[in-house]
């Protein structure tokens, strides 16, 4: 099993192959996830009597703000894997080279955090109670899946360089400074 997985991992696809994956990534990550949150959240609160949590120009100024940011810190992550690490976010076009460069320097899970972070300002911009549950949920699942999965398969890829990262890096909440 590990063989198996360090040589499907250890393959490098050649850019217009990882360019496809993420054109693929970005339809779920950009279109449909965020779609269905927008048009069934709201229906959901409304079938559940949940209290709006609309306030007008409030959730458009920061709930875009929050979106916007998200999305910029993620994109950053993904630009990073792609020309550093040779890699996409898609597990099966694993990165090749441990990328410990910004903004996997704040935290391991840059591209994670963005995209928590972009959908719980979606959720502010349509005023969804339950898309706030919903994106939550959603991260609670991506970040064990994570915790469980991903960062053995980077420990068996990478050995004591990923060993010693994960000594000195936050797993998610980023550390803007280093410590002392």
Known sequence: M?????KQTQHEYSPRE???ALMVEGIFFLGILPGALVYFCPRLDRQLALPSGAFGM?????GGGVVVAGIL?????????FTIGRGTPAPIMATQELIIQRPYNYCRNPMALGTIVAGLGLAIFIGSISAVVVVLTLAGLLLGYIRLLEEREMELRFGDAYREYRKQTPFIIPRLRKGK
């Open 2 to 6: 590990k063989e198996k997985l360090l």
């Open 18 to 20: 990882r360019i496809f």
């Open 58 to 62: 409030i959730n458009l100024v920061l």
């Open 73 to 81: 810190f993620a994109w950053l992550a993904i630009y990073v894997q």
